[in-house]
Structures are given as C-alpha cells and as structure tokens.
C-alpha cells in the first residue's frame, strides 16, 4: 500500500516593491489615490492602497483579477495574494497541568488537568 504526505501550502512570495515597474507605480498611485511618497505614511488611508496592491500583485501572478473584484476581497483574501498573511499553523496541544505528590514508599502520586483533587480526601 502506497501511502503519500499532502503538499505543504505555498506561500506566495511579498509583493516586492524595489521590483514594481514604473508602470506599476503609477497604477498604483492611480488607483490608492496616494503619492509613493505617501503610501508608507501612517496617516493615509490603506483601503484603497491595499486593494491596488492586490491589483498588481493578481497580475504578477498571472491570475489578474479586475479592480472591483480587488475592493471586495477581505483584508485576509488581500494578505494571502499579497503573500503576507502568515501560514495557519496547528496550535500545540495544550499542556496538562500535574500535581505531584510524593508517597512515603517513594512513589509519587500524580493529579493531572490541574491538580484539583486533594489527596488526602481521594
């Protein structure tokens, strides 16, 4: 029996803004309505901004998708095609809490999910 491991998620790579054309620039500005110079102002408004940036990274990736589809996408949709939402790992299993208590033949006794019973009443 042949067993196979699924593929683990690729993520897309950040949108990599030394590496826009001039083009894509100037889209950019067009459709956040800002200034490059205004585009890592902390003031300005980042709707629009991050919609166009999903713009231009669809077409990077050969999947473009039209403008209004971009301002509909979720912040998360956006973050995923702008490869910067982080990957969803599993969380750990949470740890059990114990109490330990030693026995007078040197065993010990041990409560675990947080030690609630006493064990002189148990």
Known sequence: MTTTTPAAPVRPAPLDFTRLTLGEVAK??????????????????????LAAMAYVASRRRGAPLEWEMCLDLTVAEANELLGLAELTEPEPPAQQATTEYPLTD?????????????????
């Open 28 to 49: 950019l500005e067009q459709l956040s309505g800002l200034s490059l110079d205004r585009i890592g102002d902390e003031d300005a408004p980042k709707g629009k901004l």
């Open 106 to 122: 040197g065993a010990t006794l041990v409560y675990e999910n947080g030690g609630e019973a006493d064990p002189g009443n148990g």
